[in-house]
T-cell receptor, first 113, second 114 residues
Framework: GENVEQHPSTLSVQEGDSAVIKCTYS??????FPWYKQELGKGPQLIID?????GEKKDQRIAVTLNKTAKHFSLHITETQPEDSAVYFC????????????FGTGTRLTIIP | DAGVIQSPRHEVTEMGQEVTLRCKPI?????LFWYRQTMMRGLELLIY????????DSGMPEDRFSAKMPNASFSTLKIQPSEPRDSAVYFC????????????FGPGTRLTVL
């Protein structure tokens, strides 16, 4: 089955700086890579996703890059703000197949004011 | 639009008691997932349904856990008997027909078994 590794487990950055979280996956059949943000006491919320037919996707201060050859994908947050503090999860799956997502272990991001 | 609805939001029970968690998926979604989240094991998929049929229950920890989806708008996860190690946050998520969109999570049920 799919195995997703996520690094780092914790990350602290100064407000205004950029944050990068990296994930690797094992199953070459995976074609869908969402990122979720989980705030304290809430369920994971989708913030951005990418499909295997593109290499990069941006949404305002958030971007995701995908390298299918190396089987890794990354989340980039620019101009970080205090409200970006949360736990971020990457995931991988086959959107057209069994619909299961395999999640990474999460990154606790802290933005230092 | 209402998101995924879960109840109760918090449940405290004693070891040996039966616990029933409930989920209402987003209207129009035809897949439903039950997850368990703990500090030690992260986010684990327990079971998922497609068109009300259980597709993969390989993540269900043991026979004490059971899940049903009697119709497209309701699912339950039952633990009987409950044990302290079942304490966790249980999430329900739903997704639309395959290939169209991702999974959307509910707010979770925090279960504490004393």
């Amino acid at each position: 089955g799919e195995n997703v590794e996520q690094h780092p487990s914790t990350l602290s950055v100064q407000e205004g700086d950029s944050a990068v979280i990296k994930c690797t996956y094992s199953d070459s059949a995976s074609n869908y890579f969402p990122w979720y943000k989980q705030e304290l006491g809430k369920g994971p919320q989708l913030i951005i996703d990418i499909r295997s037919n593109v290499g990069e996707k941006k949404d305002q201060r958030i971007a995701v890059t995908l390298n299918k050859t190396a089987k890794h994908f990354s989340l980039h947050i620019t101009e970080t703000q205090p409200e970006d503090s949360a736990v971020y999860f990457c995931a991988a799956g086959d959107l057209l197949g069994n619909e299961k997502l395999t999640f990474g272990t999460g990154t606790r991001l802290t933005i230092i004011p | 639009d209402a998101g995924v609805i879960q109840s109760p939001r918090h449940e405290v029970t004693e070891m040996g008691q039966e616990v029933t968690l409930r989920c209402k998926p987003i209207s129009g979604h035809n897949s439903l997932f039950w997850y368990r989240q703990t500090m030690m094991r992260g986010l684990e998929l327990l079971i998922y349904f497609n068109n009300n049929v259980p597709i993969d229950d390989s993540g269900m920890p043991e026979d004490r856990f059971s899940a049903k989806m009697p119709n497209a708008s309701f699912s339950t996860l039952k633990i009987q008997p409950s044990e302290p190690r079942d304490s966790a946050v249980y999430f329900c998520a739903s997704s639309p027909p395959a290939g169209t969109d991702t999974q959307y999570f509910g707010p979770g049920t925090r279960l504490t078994v004393l």
